[in-house]
């Protein structure tokens, strides 16, 4: 055998004893009444009456219901409820056998980035927000929450990060890649510059008002749909680079969540090109746009890139920069990536490290 390429059925010993941190693990609700103790009567009745109110029709519905079904694993279904809801299968399933000490949630329910009655938006996420706490970091401290924010209510948006600003449990603001607008754009800045006043990063997990439709058309397979949703993170990457967001908020970390990273190599050597043909255009950009790149982004790796030969992947996240990357297990989505076999190269002990715990670390806060 080559010794260059790892056995598919041998752990490739990417993790250490000292435990590993991961930035997507994905809570849910036990049932489709899972929030209503952490909602008023008001907004309980009116859910039962009138539903979410989202910005698609059928938003609630998913597009290829039957690929595993609703794109988890199916060794992941806990007796009752659907997967990520039941605290213990996940220990059983992730959190032991992989020795996580840290773990970032990632809730991926209810409205995304908001709908269109924005007080309903606002009292769902402060609610989701709650549910976090009482039913996973609670009873397991490996486990952080996201601040949930509606970024079309800027002021609402401020006063959730502000709310939650002292209470360590939460290590980053969540917004989804689908946002109404760029998130360069003026409107969004005050809940950026409050994020980072308070040290949180933004996680910007794929998903949010991306609806089903690409920039060209519709898609005829689930294999363009799964891969379109990544485009968004690239339109949001040139948004906050070209709008200045990082010469005006120096100290903001923005985190791409699931949405892979190998792009990112491209986009920054392309916006460069660009940058020094016409920067006149951005003329109050400070820096080539890969300086913010390396400086103020950063990316979960899955779903990792599994190049022919596996040793490239030290190559490509060379480039990327490894204090740029961060561990992700997206668990417990069918595409899952399993930190004992997923990077098949070999990475050197002090890149292990960095990826797997440090950067996290760094990132999140953690002591």
């Known amino acids: 055998m080559n010794d260059t390429i790892a056995s598919p059925r041998q752990p490739v010993r990417s993790t250490s004893s000292a435990g590993i941190a991961d930035s997507d693990i994905h809570p849910e609700f036990k049932d489709r009444y899972g929030l209503h103790p952490y909602l008023s009567k008001r907004w309980r009745d009116h859910l ?8 698609e029709a059928l938003a609630g519905g998913y597009l290829y219901d039957g690929y595993t079904p609703l794109a988890l694993r199916r060794d992941a279904w806990p007796d009752e409820g659907l997967p990520g809801s039941d605290l213990a299968l996940m220990r059983k399933q992730h959190l032991d056998p992989n020795n996580v000490v840290f773990g970032v949630l990632e809730p991926m329910v209810a409205l995304g980035n908001g709908g269109r009655n924005l007080d309903l938006s606002n009292a769902m996420s402060t609610a989701i927000n709650d549910w976090q706490i009482a039913e996973f970091v609670e009873p397991e401290d490996r486990l952080r929450a996201s601040v949930m924010v509606v970024p079309d209510d800027a002021v609402s948006a ?3 990060i502000e709310k939650r600003a002292l209470d360590a449990r939460f290590v980053q603001v969540q917004i989804f890649t689908g946002t109404t607008e760029p998130l360069g754009h003026r409107r969004y800045r005050p809940i950026l510059e409050a994020a980072a006043h308070h040290g949180f990063p933004i996680g910007m997990h794929v998903g949010g008002r ?3 439709r690409t920039a060209s058309g519709w898609p005829s397979y689930y294999s363009e ?7 968004a993170a690239q339109s949001q990457i040139m948004s906050l680079i070209l709008e200045g967001v990082f010469d005006q908020v120096p100290s903001l970390k ?3 969540i699931e949405s892979g990273c190998s792009w990112s190599i491209g986009l920054g050597e392309r916006l460069d090109m660009l940058w020094q043909r016409m920067g006149s255009e951005v003329a109050s950009l400070k820096h080539p746009p890969s ?6 982004i950063y990316f979960s790796t899955q779903p990792v890139e599994e190049p022919d030969n596996p040793e490239e992947l030290n190559y490509l996240f060379e480039q990327i920069g490894w204090g740029n990357l961060m561990y992700a297990s997206d668990y417990p989505h069918w595409d899952f990536d399993d930190p004992r076999y997923a ?3 070999r990475i050197s002990e002090e890149h292990k490290a960095m990826l797997f715990r440090e950067n996290a670390k760094k990132v999140y806060r953690i002591p």
Do not use: D, P, S, W
């Open 48 to 55: 039962v009456q009138y539903g979410e109110l989202g910005f």
């Open 158 to 160: 401020v006063a959730e």
């Open 210 to 212: 991306l609806g089903t």
């Open 225 to 231: 749909f799964h891969l379109y949703n990544t485009f």
């Open 254 to 256: 923005v985190i791409i």
């Open 291 to 296: 300086h913010y790149l390396r400086q103020n």
């Open 343 to 345: 990077f098949k190269a």
